[in-house]
């Protein structure tokens, strides 16, 4: 055997380059490593490619696989299928687990799950991987377990010692061999030294073995008998802490990863700094390393931040990359980033990472195991969705995974959920008690499906209301969408009953056959080839959700991939990495109650007093972690963590890593080293302004508004439609017209779920429709004959817009509680004669553009009518004055009035063109366009609250708007509110806009 010991891992690779290059096989055979992770290998490859220009025959094999291929070499005769894979391992604990010999002896274990098959299979689960924790670590229990004269007095080991034995004969009923076995029958074969051994050379000539922190005792001394019969190169990423004090951070943080030396020559490669000397850096290594004092100077080798989340922590990271590099330096720099839980920073690392101006390449290792949109995703997905609920935003959901897209050509996913809006698919497939029916899927999709193919939006023989809503260019879609969600609902009643394992292997497949294109799915097509592992030969019969909770292991992970190979920044997941050499380091999520991660541990773990196990447990792991992560950087490290709750603004500690980390560098120094403490927004003005916090994904500019604006703005249109609704929003809330239109941001408007429950309590918006509806068809509903009525309330039943059953008079009557006395005086004042909707266009030209207004007035003999049944009567105001001024203007009406709802009093105010001169002369309205046109390129702030006051100077406003319950979302938004409320200028500017607007609406309400 040829040892190497190093904690500096590029010394390895190095060495292990050197021994390939010195073997003497041929391109053509293999050199096993074993114990390299997904990212190791990546780096270990790239590094020998390097080095000898070639690595293609490097087979990279984990410790199990290892001991089947020896296994398979000195046992000719044994077929790898043969071998219990993991689910088949669990199925037969499982099975052990009810037998009933089992459950009479140990009735204090089998009361956990007796009856509940979800329990039964976790404690399997758990009960499968002890005993893989016991082979790894104490494999003689097995052998003491296998003497049938052996007895346990220890309660613990007397259950799984009964409980193994039965799997064992199970397993051997079904002719399969175990991990134990194969451990076992490698030690009797070299123990008696046979003739099979021989082949061993010639089969497997040369064995990397890459001892880490996972890596045991019992592995290593196997491995040293193998190097009697192998040449074995063994490389060991450790460091002997014994000469170093116990509080040492050395010591401290290297109890998992201890060396083990044999009577063999070993090569000591010397402990040294791979940083720059007279860095932070360098010191910080040179203190670990010779357990001596750090000294802390003023550079940037080393960071610490602390921000809010790990979006902030990801944007901080490309400000530290980009400020501390050149462009042309970064690019081909090594740069690798270690994230405690990866799958939250992966949305992030895109966004940030591709920014138009800083795209930098980069890659995540593995990150297929975390991309959320596979065909096991979306079969997990459909398997898990309740048919008996039918929630519609769970299908939406399902069906833009982009294989069920592909398969059945959804191609518009923002129709299909407009479809279902709109026929009121809420919940259950289909339900035949009377109003229930409205909200099924059944009943929505013939409404789609017959309304579209007959044009009409009508009753269909009363039961269905028809929905024209496919064009002929879409109603495949609505062919394909209603096919899929009959054959969901069809094939998921099948798991209804009880199965055999066989049986649901057979329904599994057939699943998978009708809702994917498995030769166009890698993972599908993997999946397949596994469910066989879970046939245990058992004729039990199990339900559907102890055969989805056996599946869960393989419908949650993937197997293993990475990015191509790209210069720039590596992305790794931080739990159990394997550091990587790097010029530049950071590990992100360093957060005091995620890391170190916190030990399991299981009261029956027969490991639990094992010193070794002890030491290997996930915390000691992650301390060995970051104590790599120090020694392998060359030039800067960076480590964040969440330092504050981004709900309550509390501060939060480090890691205890970091607290370890920062006493190191603050003793015995003068200089304070503290974290760099990030602000919740990335906007707010203290970045560029203090040392610490740079910036570059925004513009380096004091005025807030300046960087908030487009990076490139739209072309210019010489003609714009805009509708009296955008007119009247921007004089109620300037705010929200900036993001909107300027930023294109909406905030707190993001598509509503749909609703997966019948109607019960209306909302606000849903009194207002209802009262849109009854205006809208000029419909007295109060006095119409009942069977009038009831026509109406199924109709608002079939839309959604209706509690179902008795409950839809109260919510009508609801509806119109303090607008009872508007809605009879309309109806009073139009009499029979309705008055007729008209659309109107109005258009302005300003400077080298025209804006074309768009509206709709209901007019009735030359008379503009509206109704004011909206609680905003400020926006009401403004639409009226507005529109009369235009109807006026083109001679469309010689007189308006508003019918307005105060205290439940109906206010019946009356404009003319004489008077309408008086308020709002042409100067008024061509200022306001003007102030219109301005904001369509430059914020103009304008924004006017729901109780109308005179406020006599700008505090008093200010303090009004920050006190106001009904505060616009978009004015207190973080963008606006740091210079907003420190720009008295900017106060000024919407008090004066403030009170303009008040004035007018004040003439306006006051005219009789």
């Known amino acids: 055997m040829h040892s190497y010991q190093s904690i500096i891992i590029q010394d390895l690779v190095e060495q292990l380059a050197k021994s390939i290059k010195e073997s ?207 040449t074995i190169h063994f490389y060991s990423n450790t460091i002997d802490n014994k000469p170093y004090a116990s509080s040492s951070l050395l010591s401290l943080w290297t109890k998992a990863a201890q060396p083990y030396f044999f009577d063999k020559t070993v090569t000591f490669f010397p402990v040294r700094e791979i940083a720059e000397q007279n860095t932070n850096l360098y010191h910080l290594q040179n203190a670990i390393l010779s357990d001596s004092p750090c000294v802390v100077t003023s550079d940037n080798t080393i960071q610490i931040h602390g921000h809010y989340t790990a979006f902030r922590e990801v944007e901080g990271l490309l400000n530290i990359l980009i400020n501390q590099y050149k462009n042309s330096e970064l690019y081909a720099k090594n740069c690798t980033v270690y994230c405690n839980d990866l799958a ?135 062919i394909a969408f209603r096919y899929f969600v009959d054959n969901l609902y069809h094939n998921k009643q099948q798991t209804k009953q009880a199965k055999s394992i066989a049986d649901w292997i057979v329904f599994t497949q057939n699943f998978i056959e009708f809702f994917f294109d498995v030769d166009k799915n890698e993972d599908i097509e993997h999946f397949l080839d596994v469910l066989p592992d879970f046939n245990s030969e058992s004729q039990d019969l199990e339900d559907f959700a102890t055969w989805l909770l056996m599946l869960s292991n393989e419908l949650e992970s993937t197997k293993n991939r990475t990015t191509p190979n790209t210069s720039g920044i590596t992305f790794v997941e931080l739990k159990n990495a394997q550091v990587l050499p790097s010029a530049f380091t950071a590990l992100l999520g360093l957060n005091y109650n995620t890391y170190p991660s916190s030990n399991q541990s299981i009261d029956f773990d027969l490991l639990k007093d094992n010193q070794e196990y002890l030491a290997k447990k996930t915390r000691e792991n992650d301390k060995f972690t970051m104590l790599n992560a120090i020694l392998q950087t060359r030039e800067t490290l960076v480590l964040s963590y969440h330092s504050h709750n981004p709900k309550t603004n509390d501060t939060l500690p480090p890691s205890i890593v970091i607290e370890q980390l920062v006493d190191v560098l603050q003793a015995n120094n003068t200089n304070d080293f503290t974290p760099t403490y990030h602000p919740l927004q990335r906007y707010n003005t203290r970045y560029n302004k203090e040392p610490d916090l740079i910036s570059y994904t925004q513009r380096k500019n004091t005025n807030t508004f300046q960087v908030i604006k487009l990076e490139d703005s739209p072309v210019e249109l010489t003609e714009v439609k805009i509708s009296m609704s955008r007119l009247c929003n921007f004089f109620t809330d300037s705010f929200k017209q900036f993001y909107n239109y300027n930023l294109g941001i909406y905030i707190d408007e993001q598509q509503d779920s749909l609703p997966n429950a019948e109607v019960f309590d209306l909302l606000p918006i849903d009194n207002w429709q209802i009262r849109h509806y009854f205006f809208e068809n000029d419909l007295y509903y109060f006095d ?24 839809a008079q109260a919510a009508i009557t609801k509806a119109f509680n303090s607008y009872s006395n508007l809605y009879t005086a309309y109806f009073q004042y139009i009499g029979e004669d309705k008055p007729l909707k008209t659309a109107y266009t109005y258009p302005i030209n300003i400077d080298s553009k025209t804006y074309i207004i768009e509206g709709s007035a209901r007019i009735k003999n030359k008379e503009y009518l509206l109704v004011a049944y909206s609680s905003n009567t400020n926006k009401t105001l403004l639409e009226w004055l507005f529109t009369s001024y235009i109807l006026f203007k083109q001679n469309s009406c010689t007189h308006s009035v508003l019918l307005l709802n105060q205290n439940k009093i109906t206010t019946k105010l009356e404009l003319t063109p004489e008077k309408i001169a008086l308020i709002m002369p042409e100067e008024t309205w061509e200022y306001l366009i003007d102030k219109f046109h301005q904001g369509t390129t430059t914020f103009d702030p304008f924004y006017l609250l729901y109780s109308m006051k005179n406020y006599l100077n700008v505090d008093d406003l200010i303090r009004a708007i920050r006190n106001e319950d009904y505060l616009s979302a978009y004015c207190a938004s973080e963008i606006f509110k740091p210079s907003f409320y420190a720009n008295y200028q900017m106060q000024e500017r919407l008090f004066t806009n403030y009170n303009y607007i008040n004035n007018l609406l004040t003439r306006v309400s006051n005219v009789k």
Not at 162 to 175: P, S, T
Not at 420 to 428: D, E, L, P, T, V
């Open 344 to 478: 939250v920073y992966i949305p992030a690392i895109h966004h940030f990472f591709n920014l138009a101006n800083y795209s930098i390449p980069y890659r995540i290792v593995g990150e297929y195991n975390y991309n959320t949109d596979t065909g096991i995703h979306a079969l997990a997905s459909l398997l898990r969705y309740d048919i008996d609920l039918m929630d519609p935003e769970q299908m939406l959901s399902i069906i833009q995974y982009p294989s069920i897209m592909q398969r059945f050509g959804f191609d518009n996913i923002p129709l299909i959920r407009q479809w279902i809006s709109q026929a009121n698919m809420r919940f259950q497939y289909q339900n035949q008690e009377s109003d229930l029916q409205f909200i099924s899927w059944k009943n929505g999709l013939d409404r789609l499906f017959y309304g579209s193919c007959t044009g009409l939006n009508h009753w269909y023989e009363q039961d269905v209301l028809m929905i024209d809503a496919a064009e002929s260019q879409t109603m495949d879609l609505l």
């Open 784 to 807: 119409a004959p009942q069977h009038i009525k009831d026509k109406h309330i199924k109709q608002l039943k079939a839309q959604g817009l209706l509690p179902l059953n008795n409950l």
């Open 24 to 230: 003497k096989n041929t391109l053509f055979q293999a050199e096993y490593i074993v114990g390299a992770n997904l990212a190791s290998k990546t780096y270990i490859k790239e590094q020998i490619a390097l080095k000898n220009g070639i690595a293609a025959n490097l087979n990279f094999i984990s410790w199990d696989r290892l001991l089947q291929l020896i296994f398979r070499i000195l046992k000719p005769n044994t077929l790898a299928l043969d071998h219990a894979k993991a689910n088949t391992v669990n199925k037969l604990v499982f099975d052990a687990l009810a037998d009933p010999i089992f459950i009479s002896a140990f009735a204090q274990i089998s009361n956990y799950y007796k009856g509940d098959k979800s329990k039964q299979y976790s404690l399997a689960q758990k009960i499968t991987q002890l005993f893989d924790n016991y082979l790894k670590y104490q494999p003689e229990l097995f052998t003491k377990w296998e003497d049938p004269a052996f007895e346990s007095t220890y309660h613990d080991e007397k259950w799984q010692l009964a409980l193994w034995r039965i799997y064992q004969e199970n397993l051997h009923k079904i002719g399969k061999y175990d991990n134990y076995i194969v451990f076992k029958t490698i030690i009797k074969e070299i123990q008696n030294k046979t003739e099979r051994l021989t082949y061993l050379k010639q089969q497997l000539p040369v064995l990397h073995y890459i001892q880490n922190s996972q890596s045991t005792k019992y592995q290593i001394e196997l491995i040293q008998a193998l190097s009697c019969h192998v």
